[in-house]
Structures are given as C-alpha cells and as structure tokens.
C-alpha cells in the first residue's frame, strides 16, 4: 500500500514527487505514455525562473526528477490503463500490474491535439508530426508545414526554420492567439511565410507511407489547392490525459479537471496538479507550482487520517 502515488512525470509530478518525497511519504510516480510531459519535448526553455541563459526542456525536467530521486521518490515505467476511485485504497492497473494508494496526484498531462484526418492518422511518424524537437532534424532542406496560430505553432515554426528550405505556417483565422513575442519573431523570420483562414483537407499521400503534399481550402473564398510538402506538423493545443477517469473524477466537457479549491478534485483523497486541471496558464512554472500544491495537501490529508 503507497502512501501517494503520483501520475505523470512532467513538471508537476516531478514537483510533488520531490515535495512529497522530503516528506518522507516515499511516493510513486508512474511516468506516463509521454516520460517528462511537454518539457521533454521542447528546446530552450527561456522563462523558468532561476536559468539566465535559459534551460533545455529535457534537461531541466531530467534535472527534477534525480533532486526527487534523491529524496527517495521512485518511477515505474507505464502508464495507468484503469482505476478505481469509488472506494480506499484507490486501485490503479499500470499496464497490468495493480497497485493501491492512500492518496493520488494526477499530474498526467494534456496530449497532443491532431486535426483528425484520416491520412494525417496513417502517416504520424512518417512526416507527420505534433513535435518539432522530434522529428525537425528529418527535414533538412525539405518543404515544411506547421499549422496553428497559437505559441506551440510560432515556436515550432521558428525552430523548423533551422532545417527545412521553407516553413508554411496554416491558420484556420485572419487573427493569432499567440503572443506578441512569439509572433513578432515568426514575423520578422523570412522563411516563414503564413497562410491564413486556411484549413487542411487532406494529407497526401498514405499509400506511399510518406508525406508528399496537401490539400488546402481558404475558409473565406471555398478556394482549393494543393501544396507539395515533406513535413506536417500539427501544432493546435492539447486534450488532457484524464479518460482513464471518465465518470469518476469530476471534468469539465473538455475532460479538464474541475478543481474544487487548491488542488483538491471531487474525489477526496484525489488531488490535481499541472495542464490536467489547468487551461489557461499552462506554463512550466505553474505545473511546478500546482505539483507542491498538490503534494502539500497530501500531507496535510494522510496527517489529519494519522498516517
Ligand atoms: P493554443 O494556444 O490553444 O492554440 C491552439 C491553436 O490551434 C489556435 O490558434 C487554434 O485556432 C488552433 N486550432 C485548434 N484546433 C484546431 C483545429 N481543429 N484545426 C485548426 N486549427 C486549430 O495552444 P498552444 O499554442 O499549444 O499553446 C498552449 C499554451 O502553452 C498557451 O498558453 C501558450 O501561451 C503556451 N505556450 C507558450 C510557449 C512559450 O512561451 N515559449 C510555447 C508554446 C506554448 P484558434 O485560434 O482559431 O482557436
């Protein structure tokens, strides 16, 4: 029987990894399908507070995890395929093996959105793809598609521009929801060029196993066409990794988690941490915060139950 299980490794469950382990509560972190959430996935990372000259991604989530170790936390590969939250212990199935917990963090994160084409489906991880940092380096010289129009969308095409000839940038509106940073540098890259109030129609070609090109329609006009393209890659926010929960924990329609103050979810016991409950900020910082958060509500439940 653990303590706290926690799941996710990103920087939320690294975060209540470290703070829960200093707590001597020895907790468990089940990494996930995606080991070191977002951060794993992303470069330089410049607005974590505390690295000047910024921090690699994989680096600083690395970094969380061994302070966390240190203290005593320990990390099973996996990921939780169901749960039971209608009674204590809670009981969760990591990939066959069953597992009971006094309390549960669910730091699992938000995956990656896709448009949902069928031929966008068939060929993920044969140009196309949801990460930059993946998958960039296969496309040196060669055209490249990003569609988005907000930060995840500026910032992959930004960093596309190292590799591929030129970077198409589709956005389904006239306005962007990125920032005015993330914006102004896409702007002022002169290999990027924008398509706007366009959306994709298809993705060619699945019966070569390869990305060949595009179908492409302006929303304003109904205007067709297709473009050559070697690499696609969708950039259009995330869903919240919570299906395992469905019907257990309270959501919102979206599948969010729906806080019930601090981190506490409808299930006492269950507390929240990271872009699992959290829409708006989604910021490496604020996982981390919501991660100590969380871990310090586990002590103060497990102390008041006299654990
Ligand atoms: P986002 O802000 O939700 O933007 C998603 C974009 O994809 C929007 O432009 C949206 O269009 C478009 N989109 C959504 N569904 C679509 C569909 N089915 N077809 C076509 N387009 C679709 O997501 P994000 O860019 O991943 O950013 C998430 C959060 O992380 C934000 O808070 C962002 O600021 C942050 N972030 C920060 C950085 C940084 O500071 N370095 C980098 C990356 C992300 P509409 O605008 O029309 O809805």
Same mark, same amino acid.
């Given at each position: 029987m653990r303590n706290v299980v926690i799941m996710g490794s990103g920087c939320a469950g690294n975060t209540a990894a470290i703070y829960s382990a200093r707590a001597n509560l020895k907790p468990l972190v089940i990494s996930g399908h995606e080991a070191g959430g977002q951060l794993s996935l992303t470069s330089l990372?410049?607005?974590?507070?505390?690295?000047?000259?910024?921090?690699?991604?994989?680096?600083?989530? +690395?970094?969380?995890?061994?302070? @966390?170790?240190?203290?005593?936390?320990?990390?099973?590969?996996?990921?939780?395929?169901?749960?039971?939250?209608?009674?204590?212990?809670?009981?969760?199935?990591?990939?066959?093996?069953?597992?009971?917990?006094?309390?549960?963090?669910?730091?699992?994160?938000?995956?990656?959105?896709?448009?949902?084409?069928?031929? +966008?489906?068939?060929?993920?991880?044969?140009?196309?793809?949801?990460?930059?940092?993946?998958?960039?380096?296969?496309?040196?010289?060669?055209?490249?598609?990003?569609?988005?129009?907000?930060?995840?969308?500026?910032?992959?095409?930004?960093?596309?521009?190292?590799?591929?000839?030129?970077?198409?940038?589709?956005?389904?509106?006239?306005?962007?929801? @990125?920032?005015?940073?993330?914006?102004?540098?896409?702007?002022?890259?002169?290999?990027?060029?924008?398509?706007?109030?366009?959306?994709v129609d298809d993705v060619f070609d699945a019966s070569k196993h390869l990305v060949t090109g595009v179908r492409l329609r302006n929303v304003k006009t109904g205007e067709l066409w297709e473009q050559d393209v070697d690499g696609f890659f969708v950039a259009i926010g995330h869903i919240p990794n919570t299906k395992v929960f469905r019907g257990q924990i309270e959501t919102d329609d979206e599948g969010y988690i729906l806080s019930k103050g601090g981190a506490r979810t409808s299930v006492p016991g269950v507390f929240h941490a990271g872009d699992v409950q959290d829409r708006v900020y989604r910021q490496a910082i604020t996982a981390s915060a919501a991660g100590c958060m969380a871990a310090i509500e586990v002590e103060r439940y497990l102390e008041a139950e006299g654990h």
């Open positions: 990372v410049e607005n974590f507070p505390g690295f000047p000259e910024g921090i690699h991604g994989p680096e600083l989530v +690395e970094n969380m995890k061994r302070q @966390a170790e240190n203290f005593g936390a320990e990390y099973m590969h996996g990921a939780v395929i169901e749960a039971d939250l209608s009674k204590r212990p809670f009981r969760l199935n990591v990939e066959g093996e069953w597992i009971e917990t006094r309390t549960l963090i669910v730091a699992s994160g938000a995956s990656a959105r896709w448009l949902g084409l069928e031929n +966008e489906q068939k060929l993920i991880g044969h140009g196309v793809s949801s990460c930059a940092t993946c998958d960039g380096f296969f496309y040196r010289g060669k055209k490249i598609m990003v569609i988005g129009g907000g930060d995840s969308a500026m910032e992959e095409a930004n960093f596309l521009t190292r590799f591929g000839q030129e970077v198409t940038v589709v956005h389904r509106r006239e306005e962007f929801r @990125a920032s005015k940073i993330m914006m102004d540098r896409a702007r002022h890259n002169p290999k990027i060029k924008f398509l706007t109030s366009t959306v």
